[in-house]
């Protein structure tokens, strides 16, 4: 099989996981959430809370600190830094141009989870340059 179906078009991610990304995203309403996704062997399982400096509905940024001592832990617990997350209250599930232009991991996966609605929307991405790769979310029970 090729095209959108090709394992590296995909992330694989867990249910528990995903639950948490909603849950920290709902609790920091009305201002973003923002945090990092690891995992081993391609699958995430672990989420990392961060603290969205910013304190804005409009945007986030993270603690130089509290990442150095995030990635700490993250090779301690032998974990692969493989994506973050950060919501957006009440845009769509895009990146916005800042999301893009402040971005500093062109090669891990973006998350972006819209509460726009009741139910919300969850995409994933990877920023190359200025162009936006859609991933497909691949939602594993482990
Ligand atoms: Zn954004």
Not at 114 to 119: D, F, G, N
Request: with cysteine.
């Amino acid at each position: 099989m090729g095209g959108v179906y090709d394992l590296q078009d995909t992330f694989h991610i867990t249910r528990e996981s995903l639950n948490k990304i909603i849950t920290h995203c709902r609790q920091e309403l009305p201002f973003e959430a923002c945090g990092l996704i690891s995992g081993r062997n391609g699958i995430a399982y672990r989420i990392w809370k961060m603290t969205n400096i910013d304190r804005s509905p409009y945007s986030f940024s993270m603690d130089l600190d509290e990442l150095k001592h995030v990635f700490l832990k993250m090779t301690k617990y032998n974990q692969e830094f493989m994506g973050i997350y950060h919501s957006h209250p009440s845009g769509i599930a895009y990146p916005s141009p800042e999301d893009i232009h402040f971005n500093n991991y062109p090669d891990k996966i973006q998350f972006i989870i819209s509460l726009a609605a009741r139910k919300p929307v969850i995409k994933a991405f990877r920023y190359y340059g200025n162009n936006v790769i859609p991933y497909k979310i691949n939602v594993t029970e482990h």
